[in-house]
């Protein structure tokens, strides 16, 4: 630990924030085996390249009803936020709206 603390573990248990990531000496939840929306546009127009439509539409049209009910944005009743889920669907949280998530729209276009 520096003369200003640098390396002490945040007292919260999970990651909140990107200030708190210099805080903590064992990687993220979300980074190791969270789910979220970021990035799966990469996937999705990749199917869609290859000719893999099915596969493609059977990521994002889930997707697509999620983006509908809000499944990627706000907060739940456990206080966390949507961005991020344990994989059975719990809220873990990050930021509250985690805008790299709805590239996944661009998707559409390419159907």
Not at 27 to 47: D, E, I, K
Request: a neutral charge; hydrophobic letters at 35%.
């Amino acid at each position: 630990m520096d003369a200003l603390g640098a390396h002490r573990r945040h007292p919260e248990p999970r990651d909140r924030g990107c200030a708190q990531h210099l805080h903590f000496e064992r990687p993220t939840w979300q980074l190791n085996g969270g789910a979220t929306a970021c990035y799966a546009y990469f996937t999705l127009q990749a199917l869609y390249q290859l000719g893999r439509r099915k596969d493609a539409d059977a990521i994002l049209f889930p997707m697509l009803r999620g983006f509908e009910q809000g499944g990627f944005q706000g907060t739940a009743a456990n206080g966390m936020s949507y961005d991020w889920k344990a994989w059975d669907g719990t809220p873990h949280g990050y930021e509250g709206l985690l805008g790299d998530g709805y590239q996944a729209l661009l998707a559409v276009l390419s159907r």
